[in-house]
């Protein structure tokens, strides 16, 4: 079945506690991009990535690292994690850029005490 | 700098009647543009996407979407609603080439139908 998948789907930490959430997808797809949800705010972009070693800032990059190692992988870290960040995470991947369908992930869920 | 405006965080609608989401858009270049559904506790999906074909576009579960460009609108559309239909709508804008993808969403727009 072709899916996007991320783990953890809830995540509940402490301020400055390094996490990773992570995304794999297998439809061989060249974009992924990782999104966060907010009321009121809708989604912002945080980061994309177009093929493997390649990726550049969203709307809200400040806070996140991304690394794309392998072409199905797109983890999200958080290196000091601060209740801001507390929100519903997406991760997205298309084929071929801009005028192509994403496909998201089930979303994370993640609380920053 | 590309946008997306959705009028009406909150639309109710009686079951059967017209469905109708606002999107109005900027885009300094020819957009292409989405809409994606999200029911509780799930990612989104596409409902429908215009990419400069034909302007009049067609979508899942009988949602369409108008590409009007003098109105810089992509507004949504059903004619009967349903109460499977009962959902979060985001209106979305993408544009780039050579490897940029930029894609913003509306705020979304909640519809609620009422039996």
């Known amino acids: 079945e072709a899916q996007v998948t991320q783990n953890p789907r809830y995540l509940i930490t402490v301020t400055g506690k390094k996490l990773t959430v992570t995304c794999s997808q297998n439809m061989n797809h060249e974009y992924m991009s990782w999104y966060r949800q907010d009321p009121g705010l809708g989604l912002r972009q945080i980061y994309y990535s177009m093929n493997v070693e390649v990726t550049d800032k969203g709307d809200v990059p400040e806070g996140y690292k991304v690394s794309r190692k392998e072409k199905r992988n797109f983890p999200l870290i958080l290196e000091s994690p601060s209740p801001n960040q507390t929100s519903l995470y997406f991760c997205?991947?298309?084929?071929?850029?801009?005028?192509?369908?994403?496909?998201f992930g089930p979303g994370t869920r993640l609380t920053v005490l | 700098a590309q946008s997306v405006t959705q009028l009406g965080s909150h639309v109710s609608v009686s079951e059967g009647a017209l469905v109708l989401l606002r999107c109005n858009y900027s885009?300094?270049?020819?957009?292409?543009l989405f809409w994606y559904v999200q029911y509780p506790n799930q990612g989104l999906q596409l409902l429908l996407k215009y990419t400069s074909a034909a302007t009049l576009v067609k979508g899942i579960n009988g949602f369409e979407a108008e590409f009007k460009k003098s109105e810089t609108s992509f507004h949504l559309t059903k004619p009967s609603a349903h109460m499977s239909d009962a959902a979060e709508y985001f209106c979305?804008?993408?544009?780039?080439?050579?490897?940029?993808?930029?894609?913003?969403f509306g705020i979304g727009t909640k519809l609620q139908v009422i039996p």
């Open positions: 979305a804008v993408s544009e780039g080439s050579g490897g940029y993808q930029k894609v913003t």
């Open positions: 997205a991947s298309n084929r071929q850029g801009p005028r192509d369908t994403q496909y």
């Open positions: 885009s300094s270049v020819p957009p292409y």
